[in-house]
């Protein structure tokens, strides 16, 4: 059974940083492709950051390019997600889980989620 589980959210002012991380099990962790997605009240899911399976290839959305970083351990079945420079449109809360990416998306490749962590970012 795949265990996601998020950490590191919390209250932050427009212009700071918070580091997220994802512990995960249940699954073969550096086989996968991990991302991070977000979800701000009333809207849909969306998807954030990815990184790929093992050579550290990273993809963004393009709203938070240069200002968040993706990173993995995989010796830690753990990701991380840096964000720097808030602003107040990345309030919501972030998910992580395996992506696959087709078409022109990314998705989850597990149909398995965290229970995420709330990120508020105050202006």
């Known amino acids: 059974q795949v265990q996601l589980v998020e950490s590191g959210g919390g209250l932050a002012q427009a212009g700071g940083s918070l580091r997220l991380s994802c512990a995960a099990s249940?699954?073969?962790?550096?086989?996968?492709?991990m991302g991070w997605f977000r979800q701000a009240p009333g809207k849909e899911r969306e998807f954030v950051a990815a990184?790929?399976?093992?050579?550290?290839?990273?993809y963004y959305r393009n709203s938070v390019k240069g200002r968040f970083t993706i990173s993995r351990d995989n010796a830690k079945n753990t990701v991380y997600l840096q964000m720097n420079n808030l602003k107040p449109e990345d309030a919501a809360v972030y998910y992580c889980t395996a992506v696959k990416f087709a078409g022109s998306s990314w998705y989850n490749a597990l149909d398995a989620w965290g229970q995420g962590t709330l990120v508020t970012v105050s202006s």
């Open positions: 990184i790929s399976r093992r050579d550290g290839i990273t």
């Open positions: 249940g699954h073969t962790f550096s086989s996968y492709a």
